[in-house]
């Protein structure tokens, strides 16, 4: 078992590691200023830096998922998709190249179907209810497992093992990390989100996504982020494992939350939503695939 | 002349933006509770190429106003509707269900009702046709009996409004569409030869069910069902107005025991036809709760 100072240490030392793409940082900087300040020549020109992540980006931004934009720069991917939107998928990017193809504990397309799936239903979600921010979101949604990255680069070969019980038991992956590691994706993501200064409500969702009503700031985001990766998880989108659990959302203490704060919540089609998560599937599969796949062998 | 599939898939793909399909998908959700999803719509598009064909017009908004104004409008609809749920009855259809009632529902389910000193099951088939799906939790119940539900009794109601499909049902006299799931195990178990194409259900695995004939329209018939753990009516209530819709819930609801579930065709929806039942997911599949007195929230597992 391991502490919680240790992944502490480790973090500090991870900037010096190899595969930390040198444009995290800024990136992770102009993540938290409004679109209307960020130059736009100044993300293309970061992006040009590292041309794995500009290719993976562009694949992303060209997939079906998000409507064939057939860009073949990332100035025009910008101007198709938004600077928020790009900026997520090149962040998402770069993380990516952060685990060694075969360090991985969780399968690499798993991650990020799971983290993908919860960025579009968080923002889907975040549109139908009324969050002002439905991008932000989004973000929060793709970061909100940030841990299982920070868990999987400190003890790959351990966390595989527990990730396995979590499988084998059927039960969630952060009771599996609370038994056997000491703490959870949620305390080491929130470490390594302090670390790099990530804005206060999306540490939030990355400490509190399993008990939200714990989180000290940002209370709707953390919620909705909340019910997205329950929805997900109950989806197919999941951690790729079976988990026994029934949930009741709407009964759920994030939703009245979020009720509280967006009344149209209570009004919204259920099931609808979680029908066309179903029909969202293979599509997030497909864009899955092609980007990671192939982008995780090419960085290995 | 009938088109050939791959002339028709095309045909369907050229005008799938059309957007009197969105109409279409719309007006059968508000009618019927069936939902289509958007990247699914070229199989809504396929259903109604058929029925195009079938009632002679060419575009999707023709068919449209066939749906919407015409004089026989409503049994146009019914017939999309037809189309749209065919080949849905086979044994095993529905995979989630079944694993969500051994790992989470039937656990829940025994540990209520062994507190309270019970130890039998009741289901309810409503609407179970041709009897796929009573055989499939018949067998599915019988192979649980051995573990999860050791020293537990159950029984299974089967009902139906059509005396055909009621006949077909008692007889379990099935081929290999509808035991296209069925694994080879419980094949040889459950069923034995028939003809040289088809098997019949044993009788063990009859003598778990009850076939009746109910109309779910009929309140003093509804009434009188009590007890209900579980419910399963898979697109019936498609064809239901919403007033009928609503008193058929109304009914269902009281027929169940709190901490009871219904469960409804895998595309089919309650929204705005009840608020009583608590919409519960489960992997893969959505169940409709009753929960018992005093129930605060909270995820189960």
New interface residues.
Partial sequence: MRTLEEVRSRIKALEAMPTVPAIVQPLISTLKTAPEEVNVEKVVELVSYDSTIAAQCLRMANSPLFGRQNTETVRSAILALGLKRIEAILLGCCLNTMVPSGQWALEAVTFWRHSLGCALVSCKLAKLIGYPDPEKAYLAGLLHDLGILVNTLVCSEEYRRYIQIARDKHVALEQSEAEHLGFTHCQSGKLLAEHWKFSADLVAVIEFHHTPAAAPVALPLVSLVHLSDLLCRLRDLGHGYYEAMGVDLAGDTAWAVLVEHYPALARMDLARLTMDIDGAMEEITATVDAVFKTGSSATA | MQMSAAKAVATVGDNLKDPAYLKIRDMI?QVSGI??????LYLLASRCTRRMSAVKVNTPAEYLEHLTVRGNRENELRLLLNEITIGETYMFRSPPQL??LR???LP?IRAAKSALGFKRLHLWSAGCSTGEEPYTLAMFLLEEGQKLLAGWTFDILATDLNDNSLTAARAGIYGDYALRSTSELLRRKYFKPCDEKRLQATEQLKSVIRFERVNLNDDSKMTFLKGLDLIFCCNVLIYFDLASKRKVMQHFYSNLLPGGYLFLGH?E????VDDRF???????T??Y?K?PVG???????
């Avoid at chain 2, 605060?296 to 597992?301: D, P, Q, S, Y």
Wanted: no cysteine; net charge neutral.
């Fill in positions: 959700y939902y289509q999803p958007e990247e699914k694993e969500a790992n989470v529902i829940q595309a929806s309650l929204y705005q608590h919409l519960v997911h489960f992997p893969g959505i169940g709760w929960p129930y605060a929230g909270g995820i189960k597992r």
